[in-house]
């Protein structure tokens, strides 16, 4: 079983590696619908842009379900992803509007700015600062910019110089959780240094 999004390119991609022994799984009615000839012999992976909240849901439902099922051996959501819903819940209180840089096809971007507007915010998806529609601003005292896990820093920076310019705002940073995950290099790219 795939958890994520029908049409999300992450999971065209995966469903495509083995197309007739993979099932799409995008919500919690979908595991009452799978059949399968050996309730002892399936797995899960999850889109790695999910919401960790939802996708928790669907795995929940699946082991309920399914009790011998195998997961995957660490998590498969993208920490970035975690993190960044985790910040928007937690200053989402402290702010009336929050901006969510990134694509408008992100699925993480799209759960940054859904979960802005659970917590009562008005919320925009902007794909960079040329969507900033200047009336989002009356009667914003404090606002909230993050971004999708694979937005380009540079859009977001351009975004806080137009409001810092525009509206004469002040930047506070604030961290919610240090991110410390290392990637190595490939041997490839090791033995171009």
């Given at each position: 079983?795939?958890i994520?999004?029908?049409?999300?390119?992450?999971?065209i991609?995966t469903?495509?590696e083995?197309?007739?022994?993979?099932?799409l799984?995008?919500?919690?009615?979908d595991?009452?619908r799978?059949?399968v000839?050996?309730e002892?012999?399936?797995?899960?992976?999850?889109?790695?842009?999910l919401?960790?909240?939802?996708?928790?849901?669907?795995?929940?439902?699946i082991?309920e379900?399914f009790?011998?099922?195998?997961?995957?051996p660490?998590?498969?959501?993208?920490?970035?992803?975690?993190n960044?819903q985790?910040?928007?819940?937690i200053i989402?209180?402290?702010?009336?509007?929050?901006?969510?840089?990134?694509?408008?096809?992100s699925?993480?971007?799209?759960r940054l700015k859904?979960?802005a507007i659970?917590?009562?915010?008005?919320a925009y998806?902007?794909?960079?600062v040329e969507?900033?529609n200047?009336?989002?601003?009356?009667s914003?005292?404090t606002?909230?910019?993050?971004?999708?896990?694979?937005?380009?820093?540079?859009?977001?920076?351009?975004?806080?110089e137009?409001?810092?310019?525009k509206?004469g705002?002040e930047?506070e940073?604030?961290?919610?959780?240090?991110?410390?995950?290392?990637?190595?290099?490939?041997?490839?790219?090791?033995a171009?240094?």
């Amino acid at each position: 079983m795939l958890i994520g999004h029908e049409g999300h390119d992450e999971v065209i991609g995966t469903m495509g590696e083995a197309p007739t022994s993979m099932m799409l799984v995008e919500n919690e009615a979908d595991v009452d619908r799978i059949q399968v000839p050996d309730e002892s012999k399936v797995a899960y992976l999850t889109q790695t842009t999910l919401s960790v909240d939802d996708a928790n849901r669907i795995i929940d439902k699946i082991r309920e379900r399914f009790p011998e099922v195998k997961s995957p051996p660490k998590g498969d959501i993208c920490y970035a992803t975690q993190n960044r819903q985790e910040a928007v819940r937690i200053i989402a209180d402290d702010v009336q509007l929050v901006l969510v840089v990134g694509s408008q096809n992100s699925s993480n971007s799209q759960r940054l700015k859904e979960i802005a507007i659970e917590q009562g915010k008005r919320a925009y998806l902007i794909d960079g600062v040329e969507d900033i529609n200047d009336q989002w601003f009356q009667s914003v005292e404090t606002l909230m910019i993050t971004a999708g896990a694979s937005a380009p820093e540079n859009l977001v920076q351009d975004c806080i110089e137009y409001i810092r310019e525009k509206f004469g705002a002040e930047l506070e940073s604030r961290v919610i959780r240090e991110e410390k995950v290392h990637f190595n290099l490939p041997k490839e790219l090791k033995a171009l240094l």
